[in-house]
């Protein structure tokens, strides 16, 4: 076993941040839509996330936003002229799409893709497949700058393989790492890769929600799986509960968290509870590892409650020196249930002994919590070395990201202001900037 480390990418909060509420199924994003957002506090507020965890000792960086607004897309759906005419014509016509061109898509950054370590895969390299996000048009555009930006970060191919993301169809829908989760005793150690889909294509006998979409399919995360030479008997596939999908929890990292040897989930998570824990304990075996499994019951904490709370889109993060810290919104605190509830859970000598809490007030309303804002990379000492530095966080990287910030971003949004084509210059400058800061020319076509 080599020596490895857990780092988490939090996604860069861009300066086109507004509430759409586009994200059906998403119940913080859709009872916000429409009301004016802060994207200059929300990346602040992000940026301090990230250089307080890494003070901790926590390996942290950043993934940069995506390119908005999206005028390719525009132009494609028959909106013409001038950038100002095009922005123009499609707030008159239908200011549904234009939000989606300007879709502020870091807060859910564990939906980029989907990572698989060198200690887990066939060629003892890291796997990256971004994810397709079909199921929405605000997000389906994604994965091309997404793959763009991974290829620029990770790009030796001796230690690293981008593969393309899956096709783009119902059969594959793939929301990335937000229903996938990693067990290991060690992040260097083999582990297990466990996949949470919210229906199965082939199958219509199989249980779907009534609701709510259904995001990820079964044949996606075999899919990867396959893409990554994941061992079969490391490898669990899981069905989501279909009624908790329906309640508002869209993808499994809205219910249940896991790292290590520890899984923190709702007893109403999993289609098959019992069954569910049996192949992790099954699969963890394989490796001499035992699975400790932390249920948080209907009655003490129920779904609507850890929905909006965001309990489980937590972070579990191993601490350098033992025991695992939870990373929690101030919305935990502000739910009586769950408040009572992590009281208990620190003082009950289990495997998370601490609350870290953070004020992610801009990401919340958008329906992005701590777990959505970033994706886990475990890496060996010498990938993290071959990987791209200029991303990962230091007080120096800190210290220029926050005048960019006050520089480019705007203090309020609203809808309206989608339309303003000042508002689309202001965004391309910001990128502009940012590519020099991370020491990344050419990572967006701004053309």
């Known amino acids: 076993m080599r020596n490895a480390r857990e780092f988490n990418f939090d996604g860069l909060v861009g300066p086109s941040h507004n509430y759409a509420g586009l994200s059906f199924g998403n119940v913080a994003s859709f009872n916000n839509v429409r009301s004016a957002s802060n994207p200059r506090q929300a990346a602040l507020q992000g940026l301090a996330k990230m250089r307080a965890l890494a003070a901790r000792g926590f390996a942290q960086g950043l993934l940069p936003p995506q390119a908005r607004p999206n005028f390719r897309l525009l132009r494609r759906l028959g909106f013409s002229g001038t950038d100002a005419d095009v922005l123009a014509q499609a707030y008159r016509e239908s200011p549904v799409i234009l939000a989606c061109a300007y879709s502020a898509s870091p807060m859910w950054t564990a939906n980029a893709a989907t990572v698989s370590p060198s200690a887990d895969t066939r060629d003892g390299r890291v796997h990256f497949t971004a994810a397709n996000l079909n199921n929405k048009l605000h997000r389906a555009e994604e994965h091309a700058q997404a793959t763009r930006t991974l290829r620029a970060l990770f790009a030796n191919p001796d230690r690293f393989v981008v593969h393309d993301p899956l096709p783009s169809t119902p059969a594959f829908g793939d929301e990335g790492a937000a229903n996938h989760t990693r067990f290991a005793s060690a992040h260097g150690a083999a582990g297990v890769e466990f996949f949470v889909y919210g229906r199965v294509e082939f199958d219509p006998s ?101 929905v909006a709370s965001y309990l489980f889109n937590s972070q579990l993060l191993s601490k350098p020196d033992g025991g695992m810290a939870l990373v929690v919104p101030h919305e935990c605190r502000e739910t009586a249930t769950v408040a009572r509830y992590l009281e208990q859970l620190v003082a009950s000598g289990g495997p998370i002994d601490e609350l870290v809490e953070f004020d992610l007030r801009q990401s919340m309303r958008n329906g992005g919590g701590p777990a959505c804002l970033r994706l886990r990379v475990v890496l060996t000492d010498e990938e993290a070395t071959a990987m791209h530095q200029g991303v990962l966080m230091t007080e120096d990287l800190y210290a220029r990201l926050v005048p960019w910030v006050e520089r480019h971003y705007r203090d309020r949004v609203e809808p309206k202001d989608l339309a303003d084509p000042q508002l689309a210059i202001e965004c391309a400058a910001a990128l502009e900037d940012l590519e020099r800061i991370l020491g990344l020319p050419g990572l967006y076509d701004l053309a």
Not at 206 to 219: D, F, S, V
Not at 229 to 250: E, K, W, Y
Not at 264 to 281: I, K, P, S, V
Not at 285 to 290: A, E, K, M
Request: aromatic fraction near 6%; avoid cysteine.
């Open 206 to 306: 199989a249980p779907a929600p009534a609701k709510y979409p259904a995001r990820q399919t079964l044949e996606a995360s075999q899919a990867v799986a396959r893409l990554h030479g994941l061992d079969a008997a490391r490898t669990v596939f899981a069905s989501q509960n279909p009624d908790v999908i329906d309640q508002g929890v869209f993808h499994n990292d809205v219910i249940a968290v896991g790292n290590g040897n520890v899984l923190f989930y709702h007893e109403q998570a999993f289609a098959n509870e019992a069954g569910t824990l049996e192949a992790l304990r099954r699969a963890l075996g394989v490796t001499g590892t035992d699975l400790r499994a932390v249920r948080v019951d209907t009655g003490v904490v129920p779904v609507a409650d850890a």
